[in-house]
């Protein structure tokens, strides 16, 4: 009888899950881009994956959770994507400040990522876990310095994303103008007390 590799037998057991799930997420990505996740359904996002309902039921509680690592997959990947330019600039401010326009020029051009980040935002998960862990830092090292005079890091980093979500809300809905992103930027600066740029 043939000797069995049960590392190897969990290892792919582990890799069939993870393809699962990212099937799963994709499909809701898909989804979350026409409606609401209070109008998405379990049945519409199985059917799109291709997957059983148990199986959705094994990756996720509930579709506010499928909607929680959508949102986790699209900061990721974006601050993955702007990290490399983001670390360049030495001062906090700067950072945050391109941080900020970066996302907004974004929602900008791609209404249809605007709106996954807004729906992906509503689930009760934390929204953009490393955006919001970056912008703290950023914000710390800007207290530190003196430079902000909200001195909470929660209630900086809850005004700045709040600005950012209700902007990206207005694009979405209203369009985007060529104003916009500086504005906003101007008035998340001043709301946390570091005056125009």
Do not use: C
Not at 77 to 100: G, M, T, V
Not at 145 to 171: C, F, K, P, Y
């Amino acid at each position: 009888m043939a000797k069995v590799d049960l590392a190897r037998r969990a290892e792919i057991g582990r890799e069939k899950r993870a393809r699962t799930r990212a099937q799963i997420v994709e499909a809701g990505a898909t989804l979350l881009g026409g409606r609401t996740h209070e109008a998405l359904t379990v049945d519409a996002v199985v059917e799109a994956a291709g997957v059983a309902k148990g199986t959705f039921y094994y990756h996720f509680k509930s579709i506010g959770d499928l909607a929680a690592a959508v949102g986790a997959g699209l900061s990721q990947s974006f601050d993955e994507l702007l990290s490399p330019a983001r670390l360049e600039r030495r001062d906090p401010i700067e950072r945050l400040s391109f941080a900020f326009m970066k996302f907004l020029e974004r929602a900008s051009a791609d209404t249809d990522w605007a709106r996954l980040v807004i729906q992906s935002s509503q689930s009760p998960i934390e929204f953009g876990i490393g955006v919001r862990g970056n912008l703290k830092a950023d914000i710390e090292e800007a207290i530190a310095q003196g430079r902000v005079s909200v001195r909470d890091v929660e209630l900086a980093a809850d005004i700045a994303i709040g600005i950012w979500l209700e902007v990206t809300r207005g694009i979405i809905a209203r369009g985007p103008r060529p104003e916009t992103t500086s504005q906003a930027l101007d008035a998340t600066l001043r709301a946390l007390g570091l005056g125009q740029r």
